[in-house]
């Protein structure tokens, strides 16, 4: 069966300081994946996605970047973090090739002081 | 841009009831709808995936419908019990192949015993 981690689980990181979350899909191979920012009072956000290695797509201009080194494998970073970055960010896949459902991990909770 | 509006952003009602989730999405060129639940603090499960073609899915006491020329899906579900307390988000996928998911803010649902 397929598993989906993403740590850490909670982060307290001060303003201007570099981030990084990670997600990890196992049992599965060339997923899309995909990361959400779900911000208090506002709905999920989807920041970006990719279909393969290397292939990145930015939905909202911000100062996040994501990278996907290996096949399951997904980066979220940031080099200097903003109080507006606070929130719940989640990490999903989805399977190729047709209407598949698509599942999350547990996410990680950052709250930047 | 699609929008996607789910009514009421609250629900709270005794244990046993029926109960219907509304769901709204402002262009019908969708491929997908997919039902989520999400616990407090926690990552996303999904409930039901609803094919573009499709006019309605079930599993156990949820029944999900689409109808795609309204813009509308409702997630019934059957005889509620307080394990079922949770928000409750519909998403649309609105790009074939890489299920860009657009979510809607949630039903916060409370079943009381």
């Known amino acids: 069966s397929q598993t989906i981690h993403q740590w850490p689980a909670t982060l307290v990181q001060p303003v201007g300081s570099p981030l990084s979350l990670e997600c990890t899909v196992e049992g599965t191979s060339n997923p899309n994946l995909y990361w959400y920012r779900q911000a208090a009072g506002r709905g999920l956000q989807l920041l970006f996605y990719?279909?393969?290695?290397?292939?990145i797509s930015s939905e909202v201009p911000q100062n996040l970047s994501a990278s996907r080194p290996q096949d399951r494998q997904f980066i979220l970073s940031s080099k200097k973090l903003l109080l507006s970055d606070s929130g719940f960010y989640l990490c999903?896949?989805?399977?190729?090739?047709?209407?598949?459902?698509?599942?999350f991990g547990p996410g990680t909770r950052l709250t930047v002081t | 841009k699609q929008e996607v509006t789910q009514i009421p952003a609250a629900l709270s009602v005794p244990e046993g009831e029926n109960l219907v989730l509304n769901c709204s999405f402002t262009?019908?060129?969708?491929?997908?709808l997919q039902w989520f639940r999400q616990d407090p603090g926690k990552g996303l499960t999904s409930l039901l995936l609803?094919?573009?073609?499709?006019r309605e899915q079930t599993s156990g006491r949820l029944n999900a419908s689409l109808d795609k020329s309204s813009g509308r899906s409702t997630l019934y579900i059957a005889a509620s019990q307080p394990g079922d307390s949770a928000t409750y988000l519909c998403a649309v996928d609105i790009i074939q192949g890489a299920q860009k998911l657009v979510f809607g803010q949630g039903t916060r649902l409370t079943i009381n015993p």
């Open positions: 999903a896949w989805t399977p190729k090739g047709g209407a598949y459902e698509q599942y």
């Open positions: 262009d019908s060129a969708i491929y997908n």
């Open positions: 609803i094919q573009s073609s499709q």
């Open positions: 990719s279909v393969g290695i290397g292939q």
